[in-house]
């Protein structure tokens, strides 16, 4: 049971963590297209949704890892 929680917790952290740092670089994007004259608006939704996103999974593995003791 206990390894169950720890592989849960594992694969939440990192798709957490890649989701995180896709939405950042889609959001860094959006700047450089908007800087540009660029279309920019849908970009930074999409990029904004995967930085919540991956705060959201990320914060799920937290509370299984230290919400379980």
Same mark, same amino acid.
Request: glycine fraction near 14%.
């Given at each position: ?11 939440? =952290?990192?798709?957490? !963590? ?14 450089? =297209? ?15 949704? !995967?930085?919540?996103?991956? !705060? ?7 509370? !299984? ?5």
């Amino acid at each position: 049971m206990k390894k169950n929680f720890r592989k849960k917790w594992f694969w939440y =952290a990192v798709i957490g !963590l890649a989701l995180v740092g896709a939405g950042i670089s889609v959001v860094g994007e959006a700047i450089i =297209a908007k800087s540009n004259d660029q279309a920019w608006f849908l970009f930074g939704t999409f990029g904004l949704i !995967l930085v919540n996103l991956g !705060l959201c999974f990320f914060g799920t593995a937290v509370g !299984l890892r230290y919400g379980n003791r």
